[in-house]
């Protein structure tokens, strides 16, 4: 399916089809009226449509014996029957002659109005740059009701191109994995998707990489610069951690109820086209209660918010995220492996994920990498999941006696930092969370006692 979206109705009782017209016009669908098979037929040579919204009874012929000739005439294009509750079986016979589906006629059009605009979902979902199999593939998987009601609430967000929306979660649960399912639902395609991450940003950093600035505006500003509002275009701005965000809270605020912006030095007003989407995995309620998040900006983001549930709550999504990892990695390295044993299973199936999902990829890599026997085995599972307790090397306690220079203050924050990593599958947003201590703080004392992060970072966790 390419370029504008267009539907075709045809159905020879005219208002039917008129109503129907003047609701998917409302939406922005563009629509044309066939009266008959032969009209319908001409139609879909002389144009083009993604989706044929088709009746059962036409007066020159029979709606399903023209399926064909339609999906020849446009390939590509879903063809849906509308029929009536006494002739159900005959639109399944429909389906077998290529029918993407069938819809029942009632007076009420809205169900029909439904099912194009989940076919135009899908169709900008094809149209993304990952495509639709690779997106179901490797964005949103699992079946759990939890994951369902998460899909369930970005499609409806989808629909208001406007609101943004607010993802709470723990880390690693999928929050970025879900703006990001909510861009190819719901902006053009090939349009920008931006993530910026509001722990990093100082004050006035923040403000002209959100922004923009112009030149001159602040010392070092030697070339004006469009910020990530800007750059994004009709596309989505992710603020990721946005409890941290500090100073410019208030400008946020202002530029989601304005829908238009400023670069820092410039009178000019934007035009906001882009969607916001903020994800915190911070209790945001509390960050207010503490005066360190304002609270019309919460509230403001509080309009439409999604929590994506943590991985021990989703049951068997475990299995099959874990199987979809085994196979994603196993292309990678070029390994055949086979499927998840049944004592491997149990063990994924027993564990908590404090770093969820993220911390599941990272484990099932881990275990693709170390395996020869072309099979993951519980020995290739990290210790935290067999229940030995302790890494080897690691003493629980505080010595009894302090070995002057060896036992010091340094030395044993450095091994509770080493500890807390390991234990949180070297999330470091979960370890800093163990440690009672900000990601910043963390990210300062790695480098200070020279630990390698070991596992992924944030930053170079890519998609799988
Ligand atoms: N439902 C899912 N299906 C497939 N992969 C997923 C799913 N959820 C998360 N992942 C993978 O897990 C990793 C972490 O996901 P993501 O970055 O979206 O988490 P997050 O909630 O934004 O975490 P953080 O709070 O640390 O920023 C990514 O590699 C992502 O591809
Ligand atoms: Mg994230």
Redesign the pocket.
Known sequence: MSGAFRVLVVDDEALYAQAIGAELGRRGIECELAFCARDALARAEAGSYQVVLLDHRLPDRDGISIIPNLLSLLPGSAVVMMTAYHTIPDAVAAIRHGAEDYVVKETHIQPIVDRVLELQRRARMRASADGWQEHRK?????RSTG?RQVVDQLDKAGQSPETTVLLT??????????ARYLHAISRPAGSEFIAVDCVALPGSLAESLLFGHEKGSFTGADQARAGALEEAGEGTVLL??IGDMGEIQGKLLRVLESRCFQRVGSIKQIALRARIVA?T?QDLKSRVDQGRFRLDLYQRLCVFPIH?PPLRERGDDVLM?AE?FRDFFAGKLGKEIAPLGEEVAERLLAYSYPG???EL?NLIERAVIMTDSGRIELQHLPARLLGEGLPAGLSPAIPFDFRPGVDTLESLEKRMIEHAMEQAGH?K?EAARLLGISRFQLLRRLDRHGIRAGGRS?ED????
Not at 138 to 142: I, Q, V
Not at 461 to 464: H, M
């Open positions: 490797s964005g949103l998987m699992g994951i979660g723990e880390t690693g649960a999928g929050k970025e994995v879900a990721d951690e994800a995995n994506i995220l979809h969820n999902v993220r990829k999330v947003t944030r966790d890519e998609e799988g």
